[in-house]
Structures are given as structure tokens and as C-alpha cells.
């Protein structure tokens, strides 16, 4: 065999082994979904949507489940975005080089990387004890924001880095304010990558469970919650009590929740995408 | 201490960025309605005192500046100027075309929003009027409402013009505004200069000789950070005093 031959067979054996690679991912991920399906689809109707909670399997729904992944999702959102947003502008567009700015950088950057049941920990601290609000709607939202900012904050500045200096520098000069700039330029044009970005946070957010546990999210709730000071339960507890109970009729009701809370995800995901194309056509350079 | 009333001046100059020194020792005084071209070898500096006419260095961390620079007469690096006033009289168009991703509309009336005028009709007469002085008008007046960066390269650099006149400057600053176009959109901006230098003072950054000459009333010099000449564009073109001015014009480096 010549050297070139051997170099081309090396060649052609990655591209097998990188093939293989790509698909592990998928085929596992299919085989789950596929799995998952088989095992839960039948079971979703409009009384899987609307019962609540029930010792009885075959009466049991995720009514109170799904509402309450909503309430957190939205409550999530009007916390973590402002916050999160504004933070990134402030470290991209006004914070001066500094070895104070340097230290925030690098720490936003490792907070992303705490486990979450550690934000569970001091929410329950924070926001459960301290701040009274116990195993409330408000105190779990207030948990996952923590969980979700610094993810945020790096989309954000990601997105504002990106707008080009030019851009700013056409604004000055007609005597816009930093502010203005921003405003009408800077955010605008990264709108889509700061949309992408937190959308993707959210839907990390409605599938946590771990943080929500600790701060007292129950497994039960055998109402709807109406107010952010409500008890609540959300969909990824419902399905961790649903796995760990012995009869077999309720792992079918997990995996039509699973089902749900993959949809929801699914949805979250789809619009990230769907945002990122369109904004992304939109503005071009 | 000048007889004369000067439009822009800078009396010694200096600027740093960090502890690198840009410019060194500037004294400089350009007349009303007329354009002033600097021109001299990249990092000389030239770019830097034209950014800080209008202060666009401002936000540039460990930029300073020391000495004084006078907009007809008043001192603009004073703390009672306010920033945003300024660049309303010194207008600025850079060397790339930098329409904003807007529609041509919102691009040319951007100035005069941002300062909350709203009034519908103020908005459209001075797009219009602002359009016309760059030549612009019977181009684009059916695709107002269509994005800028549609428009070609020369047009995206005439509707930079259009934006800077808008907010109706005494002073534009042009920093290599044809670098990055082709012959004929060039030609058509410096006809654009010759015409609106009726109405305003303009100073212009190029490394293009030809275009200086063209252009230009009086023209500097500089190397290194020094101001090295300062003439009648003519006098400096035919007989320069200083033997680097005389290599650089005539091509022998830069």
C-alpha cells in the first residue's frame, strides 16, 4: 500500500467513525423517544389534562402539574430577563475594563456551571426562609432565575458582541446618548441572539426538579395554584414521584408527563430556532 | 490671538492612548466653509485629531487628551459641553458605509429622532431636503420605506452624508469616505463635497494624493503625530517645505 493510499483509507475510516459518533447520539435519543411513546402516548387524553393529582392511577392527572410548569415559566421570564439583560448591556456596553469587571466576568461564567441543586439550596435559604416565601410559586421562580442568569448574562453580551463597532460609532456621531444607542441600535440588532438565548434557558428551567425539590415544591397539590404565593408542583416532580412508586400504571403516567414536558421543551426550542432565522436574515452586514 | 475668526482650531495638541502618545503638540486653525484634507502614512495620527473634533475618542478606555480644541472659538473639551450638542454641530461619515439596519427613512431622520422630534411632516421635509443635497433623492425616493442596506456601496455612503446633514451640522468630518468605493461612486462623493463645502466646513481624512488635491482647500500633514505642514492645498502640492512631505505626496513612502 502507498502512502497515499493508507493516507485516504485513514480518511475514509474517520468519516466511518465519525458517522457512527453522530448517530450513537441520535439512535440512543430515538429509541428513548420511540420508548417513551409506545409506553405513554396512549394514556394522554383530555382527562390526563385536567384531573388532578389521585392515589388512583388511572385517575391521576397533570393538571396541577402543567400549571404550575406555566406559572414558573412565566414568572421565570418576568424575573430573569429583565435582570439578565440588563446585566449583559451593562457589562458589554458600559462596564469599564477593570479588574473588578474581569472578576464578575469570570464568575458569571463559572456560576453557570454550579449544579442546581445548589441554587436549590440557597433559594430555600433565600427565598424560603429569610424572605418567608416557603415552598411558594414566587420562591421557586425566584430559584430557577438564579439558575438561568448567568446563562443569560453570557447570551446576551455573546449577542451584543456581535453587533459591530460601526454601528454604534454611526449613532454617536448623531449625537445619540449611550443609552439611545443601545436602545435603538445595540438591542435591536442582537434581538434575535439575546431571544435565542434565553429561550434555550428557559427550557433548561421547566425541566429542573432537583433545586425545586429542595426549596419544597410538593409532589402533591390537589388544587391549581392561582397566585404566585401558592403551593405549587410542576411537571418534572410530578414525574420523578410517578417513577419511584411501585405499581406499574403509574410509570404509564409518567411517561405520557414525560411526553408533555418534552412537547413543551420541544415548543421552547422550536421558537428559539425559529427567531434565530428569522432575525438573523433580517439584520445582515 | 488670532485676527482672523477660524472655524476649528487646536492649540497644543496632545493625545494619548494609555502612555502611547498619538498625537503630539497640535496647532492648527481651519477656515469656515472650506475643506481641510489630512493626509500622511497609516497610525500618523491623522484619524485620532479628526475623532477628536467631535470627541468620538470619549469612549475609548485610556484615551486623554491634553491642550485645547476650539469650535469657533468656544472649547469643546470643557465639562459644560455636552457631548450630545456637539456632535449635533460636527457631524461625522466614516470610512465604511455604516447605514443602520433600518429602512432609508428611518436611517436619515434618526438624528432628529433621537433628539424627540417627532412631528411627521418636520421628519419628512428634512429627509427629503437632506436626500436632495447628496444626490440621492430621485435614487431612492420610491424605496424610503425599504432597508439601507439594500442600497449600493456608494449609496449607503451618500445616505451616511444625508444622515449627517439631517441634524444640520456646521462641520463635517469625513474619515476616508471613499476607501471602501468604486471609481465612479468616488468621483460622485467628491462632487458632493464641492458642493456642500457652500455650507459647511469640512475635513476629510484620505490616503488618497489625487483626492486631496482635488478636494481640498488646505491640506496637513502629518507623520508620527506631527502636524509636519499645513498649507494651501496648491502651495503644499507644488512646493512643499518640508523634504517628508515632498517624499510622501510625490509616493516615495507611506
Redesign the interface.
Known sequence: MTNGEKNRLKDKAFQVFGVFCTFIGLVVLAIFLIDIIMEGASRIDWDFLTSLPSRRASRAGIYTAWVGTLWILILTSVIAFPLGIAAGVYLEEYSKRTKMANFLEINIANLAGVPSIIYGLLGMEMFGRVMGLGGSLLAGALTLSLLILPIIIVTTREAIKAVPRSIRDASYALGASKWQTTWNQVLPASFGGIMTGIILSLSRAVGEAAPLIVIGALAYVPFVPTSPTDEFTVLPIQIFNWTSRPQADFLVNAAAAIIILLLITFILNGIAVYLRNKWQKRVKW | MSKKNYKLEARNLNAFYGSFQALKDINIAMEEKAVTAFIGPSGCGKSTFLRTL?R?ND?I?GFRIEGDILLDGNDIYTKEVRV??L??EV??V?Q?P????KTVFENVV??LK??GIKDKKILTETAETSLRKTALWDEVKDKLDKSA?ALSGGQQQRL?IA??LA?SPSVILMDEPTSALDPISTAKIEELIYELKKDYTIVIVTHNMQQAGRVSDQTAFFYMGELIEFSKTKTMFTSPKHERTQNYITGRFG
Open positions: 467631535n468620538m469612549y478606555d450630545d450638542e456632535r449635533k457631524g461625522m466614516f465604511k455604516n447605514p443602520f439596519p434618526y438624528g433621537i433628539q442596506l451616511c444622515r449627517a441634524i
